[in-house]
């Protein structure tokens, strides 16, 4: 869940369950919004902004093995912008991206998109 504070800044907190819903029905255009507002969170983690506090919150143990408690991502600042439309669709390629390795591709479309508004 996202709260969004005074100061251009949104703050994640838990929710109950910790998992996203789906259905089979029709999406309403509530929920594509936000499907976007998802995706546009995720984005906002791949940005150098989050990435480095994040970093700055990461412990580091022996043998290269590195810790990020829950705590330490409570609090952390995010890029926002009131206009999430087409999030999503950046999402489903940037995500894939870091995933298969290629970081650098999925942080310059995650900066790109929110450049660009």
Known sequence: MLNAGPSNRVHLVSDTGGHL????????????????????????LLTS???S???????????GMKKLEPSGITGISLPVRADVQGAYDVYQSAVPSFIDGDAEFALAMAHEWFATR
């Open 49 to 51: 902004y989050s990435r």
């Open 21 to 44: 819903g789906s259905s089979n029905t029709r999406k309403t255009n509530k929920e594509a919004r936000s499907r976007d507002a998802k995706a546009a969170c995720t984005l906002s």
């Open 53 to 63: 506090q994040l970093a700055a919150r990461t412990r580091n143990y022996a043998a």
